[in-house]
Each structure stands twice: as C-alpha cells, then as structure tokens.
C-alpha cells in the first residue's frame, strides 16, 4: 500500500431517497455544500456550430428544403442523413442549410458530434441524451440514470417544441435512433455510412459525392482570393482532380498556396502527384486525397507549427482549447542557474502565464489559416477527424517515443490539474488525496470564480476528461483514478451515472494493477455512492463491503469505521431497516472513539431517520437531540437543521405540536439561506402536517404546495415524500 485512507469521502450521512442519492454531507474531511437553487428559466439552446464557406451545393440544398416542406404539410417531423466520404463537406453543407432555419424553429438547437471516427470510440447515446435533456432546462438531479428512461423524458420534453437536432458523425441508427426527439421539428444526421436502418423512422437519404471540376476550381479560388486561377486555369483543374473534388483537400491545398502569394499552381501541381503516388498503395475510401494534401502542408509548415500540430494528435478528444495546446509544447523550467529542474512531480501553474503561451497562440492561428484546425464553440479548436489520424500519424513518424510521452504526460496533467482545481473550488473543505503529477510544466486552464463555474468546466471537459482517464490506464495508471477521484462533485451534484460508473470501474482497476489500496478504497466508497444513486442497492453494498474488508486488513480503524455509516444507507435503502440501524449504532459508537466525532453525529441523525420510519418517535428525538448538539458543536449548521427537522417530526408524531413547531420554522430558515431543496421540502412537508393538526387547511395548502414544488426542483417529484405530499394536498378541501 502506498498510503492510508484515513476514511476517504468515506462517511455519507443522510437518508437516501427517491432515484437519486440525497447526498449533502460527504465525510472524511469533506463537506459539500447543499445544492444551489434551480437555474431559471433557460434560454434556448443554440449549438450549432457556425457555419463555413460552401460551393455550390444549391442541388442538395434545395433536395433537403423540400424535404422538410413536405414533412410540415403533413404535420411530420424532418429526419435527413447526408452520407458521403470523409472529407467531402457533409458537415458543413448540413450547417449551412440548418443555420437559415432558426426564424422557424425558434425553440432552439442542439448539436452533438457522435464519435464515429473518434480514437475513445462512438459516443454512448444515453451521454448525449443527458447533455440535451440539460441544455433543454432539466435539473441534473432530474435527469434519468438509464437510456430508456433519458430517452423517454427527451421525447417527452421536445414533444411540443420546434427544434433543430444536428447529429454529426454518426456510426449506425442504433445509435441515432434514441436521439431523435418527439416533436414536428428538424433532425439531420451526418455519417461516412449511408443509415438505411433510419428508413423505418421515415428517414430521407442525401449521399453527397465530391465537387464537380469547375465547383472545385470556384472553392480554390475562393480560398486564394487572389488571380491565380484565372491566370492559370488548366493548373487550377488539375489541381482540384488531385484533391478529387474533396472541399478539405481543396481548401487545405489552398490555404498553403494563399500563405505563398508568388507560388504558381504548377508547382503545387506537381508536388501533389508525387504525392498521390507515394499514397496510392495506401488508399482507402479516397483518402488519400486529403492525405498527399495535408502532407504537403505539414512539410512547408514552421518547424514549432509543425511540432505543436502533431503534438496535438495525440489528444485523445475531439476539441480542446488553448491550454492543452500550451501544456502540449510547455517545456520543463530550467533550476536555478540555468540547470537542469528537480526532479520529481511539478507542481501546476496557470496556462495563461506560462512561458511561450503567445506563440503557443499564434501557432494555432497559423494552423487555422492552413485549414488544419476549425473552431469549435467558445473558443475552442477542434480537427476533422482525417486530419487528427494525419497529425498522430505524423507523431508517431517524427517524435520520439519518449517525447510524445512526455507531452501525452503534460496533456494528461493539465486535465488532472484543472479537475482537481474545481474540485478544490467546489468544496475547498474536501482533503483530496495527494495527486501524482508528471515532471511538467503542469498547467491549469481558469475557469471562472465560484463553484457553478467549476463545474461547468468539469461538464464541459468530461468526454475529454473520460478519454484521458481511459488512455491513461496504461501510461500513467496513477492519473485514472485521481481523475475519477477529481470528478466527486460533478458526479455528485450532476448525476452523470454513466461516466460516473465507468470512471470509477477504470479507477479501481488502475488502483489494483498498482496495489494502491488506498485509491482501491476511495475509488469503491465513491464508486459505491454513484450505485446509490443508480438505485442498485445491493452492488453498493458489497463495494462498500469490500472497502471495509480493505480497510481493516490495512489497520484502519477510522476508514473502516466511517463505512459503517455508508453500510447503513445501503441497508436502509434495501428496506431493511433493523440491518442499517445496527450499523449506524456501530458508527455512532465507534467514530468517535477513532477521532471523528461529528462523522458519530451524521450517525445519530442517521438513527433518527430510521427510528422515525419505524414508528418510534420518542427514539428518534433521542437520537436527533444528541445529533443537533454534536452537530452544532461542530459548526455544521447544515446538518444541524437537517437534525432539528427530525426532533421536530418526532415532536408531531408524539402529539407535540408547539414543540415541533419550535424546531422546524428556525431549521426552515437556515435551510431556505442554503437553498438546500430537498431539505427544505421535507421540512415544509413537516409544517404542513403540523398545519392539518391544528385544521388550517389554507396554511397547510400553502405549504403542500411549496413543498411539491421544491420536491420538484431537487429532482425527488416522485420520491415517498413528494406522492405522500401530492396525496394529501389532493385531499384538503378547496378554499
């Protein structure tokens, strides 16, 4: 073992209801702050990405309008699939024709590129599903753990919008199919397959073939923006049935010759045939067209443009943003004197202030202008997929080994780095485990001020964050599961089930192939909260088994101690609630004799809970009393009100109600300054029973409501407490 767990995250308290785990205080030197209130109301989404130059596509233009005129007579929704080579222009004629239908389909667009060609794989549909169902307003707490249930919410929710859906790069209608939403709107599908599994959708074929000569020639001469084509125009034809009628190829030909204004098109010409045949053996599907181009480009590229293009292959994402271009080229700081740095983990630096991140800069302007790099959203860089498998081609023929491990090493370090930053800035009382950097530079990426900007970055980043977790599980297997490690609060407050799963299952078992018990056990506890919250009881339960067993084997008494608690919760949501209350007795026994006496407070009011739901109230105000002073002792007002909420509930469930009442409306207050919702909610359920018992149907009315709503927003509509609150609204005579 390389180090003790002193517990990890490793002491949840609180009941755990509904589909999700109510999880507002994590212990093992941890504490999350209760959820933020619902966002308002969001504007539509708009993600498309913007549109580029097309050449007389005016043909399929026209094919997909009267397509869609023809589905809205009939009151149908739109589904096109343009199919073609790589590189042939099926994104951007997709754009460029879905980009003049905003006026008409005012309620947003949604954007998802579905990985056919990326080097992790095809995106998992339930992922993207997610991503909209957020950017179409729904709570990250509301969203569904399963495909089914996400697909079946999406549909729902789009049912009566009008909206546009671009699904790019797609690898199969299985893969489509779950993606295309409810209502009479536009959805086009991009993919180097023609989809006829789509047709029972009602899916329109479009199979886009290369440019004609003369439509080539016009893209050429667009793209000089210069009189070179008219003054040689066999060479401009010759040209473009090099790049065989390919708008990539042409355009990346193009740029090259645009950054050398006295260049004749002859000699382009002819390096290009050399080219094509040193390529011709190697030909698939017509790309080596785009390949003779792109290396030509590369060869006349500065040699730093060069190095950062190719160092840049080895991303494993789709997109990325300045600073992995900086990590990417950074370079180790010299010692004092100018001699070689220390040696040993760097510690992480801000990108912006790196040394060189201008010229980092600069260079990827240059490698916009050769056409090998587009934007992305939000000032972003993304490849198309044939140029990314040129750059890593090109890594792999001109670095060496050890270099493209260093820089994949820098890469893999910024993410952690930045992770682990918004983890910090989330939950700055969080201990984090000591993190594994490379010799650097490890640079950091700002993200903005505050924990919602944190996150945010976290969401942003998680399809790159999961490949580099994964890529990393050979190279550098410390990084996979401190990334799953760094990703605790995204996971926890944005209920990404599916990754958080499958980073945990990569963290365990990067974890064991290095014998780290203590990320072996980190990496359960955690994992085994996500499997709370997926509502499969039982596998949590033996993940947290197995941490205990791991902990006591190690000789430590706290960590073990602190899974008596998460014990206890699996227990309680299996039904078996004299199993959890034996467990929490365990934890509220032994916790402070191991030196976490609060953690023995999370007990007690664990205890409450359970006493309360076995009908024993005046246990429950035992326990919740001896909760509320350990817990204010403490400091910890939140739990505190949460404990307060309990002894009040007991009070009312004894026939107490000034007493009860004199423990729930001051534990409303700090709750409602904590815009901790469910807590809230349950304690407006609270006040609106103590509401009946005195018959004022109108306050109790008034505090169903509220209550129903706030059930609403923390994701728990259809939680035992939100039925039971619905049915007794339901019940109360109308004023």
Not at 179 to 192: E, I, K, N, Q, W
Not at 225 to 234: G, H, L, M, S
Request: with cysteine.
């Amino acid at each position: 073992m390389r180090g003790q767990e002193q517990g990890g995250r490793n002491e949840l308290s609180g009941t755990v209801h509904g589909p999700a785990v109510q999880a507002q205080t994590v212990h093992g030197g941890i504490h999350i702050q209760p959820p933020t209130p619902p966002p308002p109301t969001p504007r539509p989404p708009w993600q498309l990405p913007p549109p580029t130059r097309i050449t007389d596509r005016t043909t399929e233009l026209d094919l997909l309008e009267r397509q869609r005129r023809r589905a809205g007579h009939t009151g149908h929704r739109t589904l096109v699939a343009v199919s073609g080579l790589g590189g042939v222009g099926k994104t951007a004629l997709t754009l460029a024709w879905l980009h003049t239908l905003r006026a008409d389909f005012p309620d947003g667009q949604l954007y998802a590129d579905l990985g056919a060609q990326s080097p992790g794989g095809p995106t998992d549909p339930s992922e993207v599903i997610g991503r909209f169902l957020r950017a179409l307003g729904v709570p990250a707490a509301q969203v569904p753990a399963g495909l089914a249930e996400r697909a079946a919410l999406y549909r729902s929710l789009t049912s009566e919008l009008r909206l546009v859906v671009l699904l790019d790069d797609a690898a199969s209608a299985a893969q489509v199919r779950p993606l295309l939403p409810g209502g009479a709107g536009v959805t086009a599908v991009t993919s180097r397959w023609r989809m006829p599994g789509l047709t029972v959708d009602g899916c329109h074929s479009v199979q886009l073939e290369p440019l004609g000569v003369d439509e080539a020639v016009e893209l050429l001469a667009a793209t000089l923006a210069d009189d070179r084509v008219d003054a040689q125009p066999e060479q401009a034809r010759a040209l473009v049935e090099l790049c065989a009628g390919l708008p990539l190829a042409v355009r990346v030909a193009g740029a090259r010759l645009a950054a050398r204004p006295r260049r004749g098109i002859t000699t382009m010409v002819r390096a290009l045939t050399e080219e094509h045949d040193r390529l011709e053996g190697l030909a698939i599907d017509g790309d080596h067209n785009v390949r003779a181009a792109l290396d030509l480009t590369y060869q006349e590229l500065p040699p730093d443009a060069a190095r950062l293009y190719r160092l840049l292959g080895l991303h494993p994402g789709t997109e990325f943003g300045d600073a992995v271009a900086i990590a990417a080229l950074a370079r180790p700081a010299p010692g004092p004197g100018g001699t070689a740095a220390p040696p040993g983990p760097a510690r992480p630096a801000p990108a912006a202030a790196a040394p060189g991140a201008a010229r980092t800069r600069a260079l990827l302007d240059l490698l916009h202008e050769a056409n090998l790099l587009t934007d992305a959203e939000e000032d972003r860089h993304r490849f198309h997929d044939l140029v990314r498998l040129h750059a890593a081609a090109k890594a792999a023929q001109d670095e060496p080994p050890w270099e493209r491990a260093a820089a994949l090493r820098r890469i893999a370090d910024h993410y952690l780095a930045t992770a682990t930053a918004a983890e910090w800035a989330v939950d700055p009382q969080h201990r984090t485990l000591p993190r594994d950097h490379g010799p650097g530079p490890v640079l950091t990426e700002e993200f903005g001020a505050g924990p919602e900007a944190a996150l945010d970055w976290q969401e942003r980043e998680l399809p790159n964050l999961m490949a580099v977790l994964r890529i990393a599980r050979t190279a550098f297997p410390p990084v996979t599961w401190q990334l799953a490690d760094a990703l605790w609060p995204l996971f926890l407050r944005r209920k990404f089930y599916a990754e958080w799963r499958a980073a945990h299952d990569e963290g365990l078992a990067a974890a064991e192939g290095l014998g780290d018990t203590a990320a072996q056990c980190r990496m359960l506890t955690s994992g085994g909260v996500g499997e709370l919250g997926m509502g499969c009881h039982e596998r949590a339960l033996a993940m947290f088994e197995r941490a205990a067993r791991q902990f006591r084997s190690d000789g430590n008494a706290l960590g073990h101690a602190r899974t008596l608690n998460y014990r206890g919760l699996a227990h309680q949501r299996l039904g078996r609630l004299d199993e959890a209350a034996r467990y929490f007795t365990r934890a509220a026994e032994s916790l402070p004799g191991v030196g976490d006496v609060r953690a023995g407070g999370l007990a007690r009011l664990n205890l409450a809970d359970v006493a309360l739901a076995r009908r024993r109230p005046t246990e429950a105000a035992r326990h919740a009393t001896a909760a509320h002073a350990t817990l204010r002792e403490a400091g910890d007002t939140y739990n505190a009100a949460r404990a307060s909420v309990l002894l009040g509930r007991a009070h009312l469930a004894r026939d107490e109600p000034d007493l009860a009442e004199t423990h729930l409306t001051p534990a409303l207050t700090t709750l409602r300054t904590m815009s901790a919702a469910y807590e809230t909610a349950r304690t407006l359920h609270a006040l609106a029973e103590l509401a009946e018992h005195r018959d004022d149907p109108a306050t109790a009315r008034t505090r169903y409501a509220e209550a129903l709503t706030l059930y609403e927003s923390a994701g728990r509509a259809t939680s035992p407490g939100a039925r039971t609150a619905r049915s007794r609204l339901e019940s109360l005579p109308e004023q």
